[in-house]
């Protein structure tokens, strides 16, 4: 079974600052799917970034990126230039395929500073 | 992105009644959704997945007589709880793949039993 390992319940960052968010996963599959979703007070799930385990390159989304490290399987979220709106609880998740559910860490809540 | 409408977003009802939540895709066909409860400050914990024209799969310890999921067509699952009781007041969020390994959340179902 494979779990996914959010290590930091709550972080703050200053505003305007850079923030990393990390993860860890299990699995003994070779090819995999990995996501941070962001959780705002409205509860509406929203896909921050998406990496594919068989592409070495870090995905990059705007201000979002990720480290990924497919041998120490970590997989951790840099947020730049972080904004008020930032603000939420954020989960990392792992799916093996197609029509398989999300396998969600406990989250982290980050507080964003003014 | 695509959409996935969840309703309702509130409800409220009394000990004992059934609640009927839908998931419905917009602009996609699902042959797979998802369905998962939240408690408060809490991840998100899967409670099984629906398989269109199929029956669905319940994950450990949930109750598939007390959590009826039905998946009739390509764009709607429903989840009724049946005879509820205040143990199973909580969030309850859809999701639906949309192949290529995209997953898209509905915006939720608050449940109060009183």
């Known amino acids: 079974a494979q779990t996914v390992t959010q290590s930091q319940p709550e972080m703050s960052v200053q505003e305007a600052e850079t923030v990393t968010l990390s993860c860890t996963y299990d699995?003994?599959?070779?090819?995999?799917?990995l996501f941070w979703y962001k959780q705002p007070p409205s509860r509406q799930m929203i896909l921050v970034i998406r990496?594919?385990?068989?592409?070495?390159q870090n995905a990059t989304e705007n201000r979002f990126s990720v480290n990924f490290q497919k041998a120490a399987k970590s997989f951790s979220l840099k947020i730049s230039d972080s904004q008020l709106g930032d603000t939420a609880m954020y989960f990392c998740a792992f799916m093996t395929r197609g029509n398989t559910p999300l396998v969600f860490g406990k989250g982290t809540r980050l507080s964003v500073i003014a | 992105g695509a959409v996935v409408s969840q309703h309702p977003s509130r409800v409220i009802c009394k000990s004992g009644t059934s609640v009927k939540i839908e998931c419905r895709s917009l602009d996609f066909q699902a042959t797979t959704m998802f369905w998962y409860r939240q408690f408060p400050k809490q991840s998100l914990m899967l409670m099984a997945t629906s398989n269109e024209g199929s029956k669905a799969t319940y994950e450990q310890g949930v109750e598939k007589d007390k959590f009826l999921i039905n998946h009739a067509s390509l764009t709607l699952s429903t989840l009724t709880v049946t005879s509820a009781h205040p143990e199973d007041s909580s969030f309850y969020i859809c999701?639906?793949?949309?192949?290529?390994?995209?997953?898209?959340f509905g915006s939720g179902t608050q449940l109060s039993v009183l």
């Open positions: 699995t003994s599959e070779s090819n995999y799917y």
């Open positions: 990496q594919e385990a068989y592409k070495q």
């Open positions: 999701s639906a793949d949309a192949g290529g390994e995209k997953l898209f």
